[in-house]
């Protein structure tokens, strides 16, 4: 679906999640630019043939930056810390945790041949703060990490809106299977958009431009960490100490969608990311990788 926001600022919507596709942005102006650059059939075909002076990477995900490679941009741009993941095969798998919870390599390829993954080069850094002007349009890098080390935001400031990426709103809650991810950071980035007061955002999945109870639907989407704290705490107290032990509740997830081997995956790392947060949080004690609650 494309939905034109503006003269100048359209979006590329794909209202259901499928992979590897996003919710895009695009801006027609003295410069152009693209925010992320897996749209579906359609954006794809709204894109073919056209310039990009500018494509930011909102992070480095597959189904962020799945049709880079392909695309005319001049520069392509993301923050540093997902740029190894875009780039190496490798350290992607790493990202992910299959160096560390899946010991069969031939699984490794399998798993990267089944996303297409293929690397995109990335020609120069997003850093916070970082302001972009396209003519009449202004854009501001709002880094906001958590579902993974770089992931960052966009803010129109003129037109009052944030490109929110992977902070998505979705009714499954905030997304953080990454080795590199923190609930901390997750938090801090999920208020400091409750505080900015957007009048509307555009999420990087589902529905694209979401404008009624954005407040509300913010800290719902937040409070979906703690119910799932919940219940990795009581998943604790039923006697369930090891990081295997605790994912097999599935407290993220409670029920794997398919392909299961892969989101169980996704489900120990989750858990261990939300395990290591408790744990600074010293609302559990970690003992030779056995996880309890203080006396």
């Avoid at 992979?19 to 075909?45: A, E, M």
């Avoid at 190894?84 to 390599?105: C, I, K, R, T």
């Avoid at 489900?267 to 744990?279: A, K, S």
Wanted: hydrophobic share 40%.
């Amino acid at each position: 679906m494309i939905h034109r926001l503006s003269r100048r600022i359209t979006v590329l919507e794909l209202p259901q999640f499928q992979f590897p596709y996003c919710n895009c942005v695009w801006i027609n102006d003295d410069r152009t630019g693209l925010i992320d650059s897996s749209p579906p059939d359609d954006g794809k075909k709204f894109l073919q043939g056209r310039t990009i002076d500018l494509l930011l990477q909102s992070h480095g995900h597959l189904d962020h930056c799945f049709l880079t490679p392909s695309l005319k941009a001049s520069q392509v741009l993301m923050h540093p810390a997902d740029q190894p993941m875009a780039e190496s095969a490798n350290a992607y798998l790493q990202e992910f945790g299959f160096h560390l919870l899946v010991p069969d390599q031939r699984m490794h390829q399998l798993y990267l041949d089944a996303i297409h993954y293929h690397p995109i080069q990335v020609t120069g850094p997003l850093q916070e703060g970082q302001v972009f002007e396209f003519g009449h349009i202004q854009v501001q890098v709002l880094h906001l990490p958590g579902h993974s080390a770089g992931h960052c935001g966009f803010f129109f400031p003129e037109q009052e809106f944030v490109f929110t990426a992977d902070l998505d709103l979705s009714t499954f809650g905030p997304w953080y299977g990454n080795l590199s991810c923190s609930i901390a950071d997750l938090l801090a980035s999920l208020e400091r958009l409750i505080s900015l007061k957007p009048g509307f955002i555009v999420s990087g999945h589902g529905q694209a431009i979401i404008k009624e109870q954005v407040p509300a639907r913010l800290k719902a989407y937040r409070d979906t960490i703690f119910q799932r704290e919940k219940r990795i705490l009581d998943c604790i107290r039923r006697g369930h100490h090891t990081l295997k032990e605790i994912a097999r509740c599935l407290p993220t997830y409670q029920k794997l969608p398919p392909p299961q081997p892969v989101f169980l995956l996704y489900e120990y790392i989750m858990d261990m990311v939300h395990l290591n947060y408790l744990v600074d949080q010293k609302q559990v004690i970690c003992d030779d990788q056995h996880y309890y609650l203080p006396a």
